[in-house]
């Protein structure tokens, strides 16, 4: 949820640090703060709000001079408020121990109370603080910093991050995590720790997985990591196959508009190398095998927010195409209704991120059940895929806006592979059948781009709602978590009411808050469905008449709906279950726009963050 930077090398530590910081402000936070250590001085700047803040506080008093080794915090705040005070970094009651926390620590209250006790002054509301604390306790025994870092998490509880400097080690930045995310930055004679690897890009294309439970000592000569009790650790190196332009807004206003009109390439390079020369269906980064994949008598999808809006897309594809039932739960409940699993159960955790920690702990109860787990991701090297016997990486490169649009496309696709390849496994589709999908789904990447070829009208008629209270979404199928996708990204965004309903729900209730001039954007599904496509018509004939402005979005051609519709926006016409690659495209559009002119951030919307880690 928060930014991390940590940096050891020969180049001024403040500029990379504050400059990894601003890489990492999609992730949403509060405040913000950095440690410089040169010549034996520890040295801290924080300030609450924008990381604008605390570069001027650095310009009003600059950090020491020669300053080669530092670490960064941008805090999105759970233990107290978001003030000066509780900013990161946090300081032992000598000032030569600092510490940078992502994550929550579960038993603070009692380490604090411990400390309290032993005379330690506390200051800050966070439960960050009593770490630098026990850390300066440690350091005082005799401990080096790794070690007494090794010592201090074995007494934590919770999901956590650290980052840890000593004004007595001037050559080391440790760093330490446990359900929360860490990576490192393998440099020439420097080196880097961060959160996401978008914080050292500029610098590095290369990295280090860090796993559960360890613990890392950065040096401009090399890096060590050890478990908790200081044993080597297992690492696995990779690159990363994108650059920094690609961070980068290249022109557009927002993050969020790149990443819309990135869409298209995104669909195209999840579905590259899908089909091998037998041309048959190839997923590599699967890691089940056939034979377990036709054992298998349930699916359960668990994934948060946008992530579970693909999942019940899922599900219908998963049905049709593979025969087998399928259970869409939210992460956050699953674990705590004692789910049904066994060895034949096939849960698929769905994350961009691969670090959402509710994601995370409903996949470890999966495991505990024996149940086959399967990863849908987007982060190379997060903790989900780690976890996971198989996964099918997306390719959407780096998302920065905090509202997600190409990694849900891109999700969607990955469920549909995922469909087809279970088809293709068990027998429900023959290999032709399967392939001739695959080639439908090529072709959409094309379908996508004429969608945002024709979205100024969206715009406009965004812009003339910007004054309204509430819209409503209306859809049936596939559209039906299509309709509550749009309505999610104007919450997000707009902060303003919004419901997606099942359309065929309207007469139990809903219909009640249909009132004169109230907007309600309708999904409709293509004509080749008639009943749901004629059922649709009718509930736009029966809001209309209660005096909504009606919102249509249908199929290019489907004169049915124009006579009930206000504004109708034509999307290319595609298979029923691949609907949802076009017709989400508008919605993303309007709600960008719409909260453009309420003169929202739509890349930083309110007390939202990129990436959830904790509970």
Known sequence: MCGIVGYVGSKPAVDVVVDGLARLEYRGYDSAGVALLADGELATAKRAGKLVNLRNALAEEPPPAGSTLGMGHTRWATHGAPNDRNAHPHTGCGGTVAVIHNGIIENFAALRAELEERGHELVSDTDTEAVAHLLEEEIKDGAALPEALRRVCRRLEGAFTLVAMEAGDPDTVVGARRNSPLVVGLGEGENFLASDVSAFIAHTRNAMELGQDQVVELRRDGVTVTDFDGKPAEVKEYHVDWDVSAAEKGGYDYFMLKEIAEQPR???????????????LTLDEMRITDEELREVDKIIIVACGTSY????????????????????????????????????????????SGETMDALMA???????????????????????????????????????????????TQLVAVYLIALYLAQVRGTKWGDEVFAMVQLLAAMPEKVEKVLETMEPVRELARSLAGEKSVLFLGRHVGFPVALEGALKLKELAYMHAEGFAAGE????????????LPVIVVVP???????????????????ARGARTIVI??????????????????????????????TVPLQVFACELATAKGHDVDQPRNLAKSVTVE
């Open 506 to 517: 309207l007469k139990h209730g809903p219909i009640a808050l249909i009132e004169e001039g």
């Open 363 to 409: 996949v470890r109860h999966a495991r505990e059940q024996h149940a086959k787990l399967l990863g849908i991701c987007n982060v190379n090297g997060s903790t989900l895929p780690r976890e996971c016997d198989g996964v099918l990486y997306t390719h959407a490169g780096p998302e920065i806006a905090v509202a997600s649009t190409k990694a849900f496309l």
């Open 526 to 544: 293509p004509r080749a469905r008639d009943v749901l496509h004629d059922k649709i018509v009718s509930n736009i004939q029966e809001i209309r």
């Open 266 to 280: 995104a669909v195209a390079d999840t579905l590259l190398g899908r089909i091998g020369t037998d041309g048959r």
């Open 554 to 583: 249908a199929e290019d051609g489907d004169t049915s709906v124009a006579p009930y519709a206000d504004t109708l926006i034509s999307v290319p016409a595609v298979p029923t279950l691949l609907q949802p690659l076009v017709t």
């Open 309 to 352: 809006h693909a999942g019940l897309i899922a599900k219908y594809a998963i049905e049709h195409w593979a025969g087998l039932p399928c259970e869409v739960e939210l992460a956050s409940e699953f674990r705590y209704r004692d789910p049904i699993l066994s060895r034949t159960t096939l849960v698929i955790a769905i994350s961009q």
